[in-house]
């Protein structure tokens, strides 16, 4: 990694936990003349080379937005491609992120999967629960405003059934709620192909985050890309809300 403009790179924090919107695989195989399926194949084998990136950063938790709740709205074949996708990328990798102690953990509605995929994820969760180099989690069937929602209704079951009392209910309470609430929140969100919005992506975890968007399409993502974008991150100044 290059240095920093007028900082002591020993002294530089990198960050802890690493957010990435993986956008562009349509946009790659449509260049190339190729079926979307296609884009999304070389996008999985992006993916492999940013969780090694990540790994070799010292990233404590690397979130990558693999399928939202509104991409069922995509054509027929495309979903189904993907779902296929999904279940040989996590039985191919399970040997790579055992070997590398990767934990791995898939938030979202699972309910939308089929049985067969969700038998897959949660085999490799078990597999791969007690690694502690780092853990990979895979949003997957995933919106913000689901995961505030389905907290809100958490939290009203519980004030219903007499187990918490609604003057309590507060930011903290909520966010205990929340899809990883046991892990620290996004200090980076990275999202490819130059678009420049979060598109329903952690809304509530990523309140104070740094944003980082590049132009480079999720397919062609390398290890100077990663590097790129964490040297902003490190170039910049957190103030959470202060001066």
Known sequence: MSELDGADVDSVVGPAHVAI???GNNRWAKKKHLP???GHTAGASAVRRVVEAAAKDGVKVLTLFAFSSENWKRPKLEVDG???LFMRSLKKELK????HKIRLRVIGDLSGFSQGLQKQIESVE???ASHE???LVIAANYGGRWDITQAAKSI???VALGELALEDVDETVLGEHM???DLPPPDLLIRTSGEERISNFLLWQTAYSEFVFLPVLWPDFEQQHFDEAIQIYQNRQRRYGGR
Do not use: G
């Open 21 to 23: 919107i993986m956008d």
């Open 36 to 38: 979307s399926i296609a």
């Open 82 to 84: 993907l779902m296929a």
């Open 96 to 99: 790579r992120l055992n070997k």
């Open 126 to 128: 078990e597999a791969t």
């Open 133 to 135: 180099q780092m853990t």
């Open 156 to 158: 009203a079951e519980r």
């Open 179 to 181: 899809q990883l609430a």
